[in-house]
């Protein structure tokens, strides 16, 4: 058997798996829905927090975890970046897309805006949703941050902000239109599930 076969043959697995799967689900689902300690598969369940691994974008060093957790109408985010210049200060921010594939983090897009607000710094209430001010670095190159946000939610509305990406950019974000002239995109990290009392 040739490699392109080989590969064929594979593809043909794959497709095949996948449709028996998609084709079992409606009926998976039916039989847990009749059985009463399984009724509950179904249904969506609220993550306890998010979370987002910072990674540095090409030729950088910005790295650590920013966390999420829903605090009533608002998200709490406590974040923890080393990996940045001694004594800077970096715009700090979501972004609409949980995209990481471009080696310069610009895949994200723009500032996670929902409501279709200007620009704007903390605590301003006028401010894009994903607009977290700036991070200020210690002597060491490490920042820590802890923030409320009131126009936020963890998953299940327009605001909310599950799969998207946040970002560190390389400059203060001077709260300039449109996007604070924050400068490149130093480290950037997807908001996933958070693993639950981690």
């Known amino acids: 058997m040739t490699r392109t076969t080989r590969r064929f043959a594979l593809s043909a697995l794959v497709c095949s798996t996948i449709g028996l799967m998609i084709a079992a689900g409606p009926a998976q689902h ?25 990674y540095p974008t090409e030729g950088n060093k910005a790295k650590g975890i920013v966390r999420f957790e829903q605090r009533g109408d608002a998200v709490r985010v406590t974040a923890r970046i080393a990996g940045l210049k001694p004594g800077s200060e970096n715009g700090f921010h979501v972004h609409e897309f949980g995209d990481a594939s471009a080696p310069d983090g610009t895949s994200a897009g723009d500032h996670f805006n929902p409501e279709g607000h200007e620009h704007g710094l903390p605590p301003d209430s006028q401010r894009h949703t994903g607009d ?13 941050l802890t923030l409320t946000v009131e126009d936020m939610a963890l998953t299940g509305t327009e605001k909310a902000i599950l799969g998207r990406a946040v970002i560190v950019h390389a400059e203060p974000d001077d709260g300039g239109q449109p996007t604070g002239n924050a400068g490149d995109r130093i480290g950037i990290g997807v908001i996933g599930i958070a693993q639950k009392g981690n």
Request: hydrophobic share 40%.
């Open 132 to 144: 977290f001010g700036n991070l200020k670095a210690n002597a060491q190159g490490v920042a820590n």
């Open 30 to 54: 039916a039989r847990d829905g009749q059985d009463g300690d399984r009724a509950d598969v179904r249904s969506p369940i609220a993550p306890s927090g998010l979370i987002a691994v910072i």
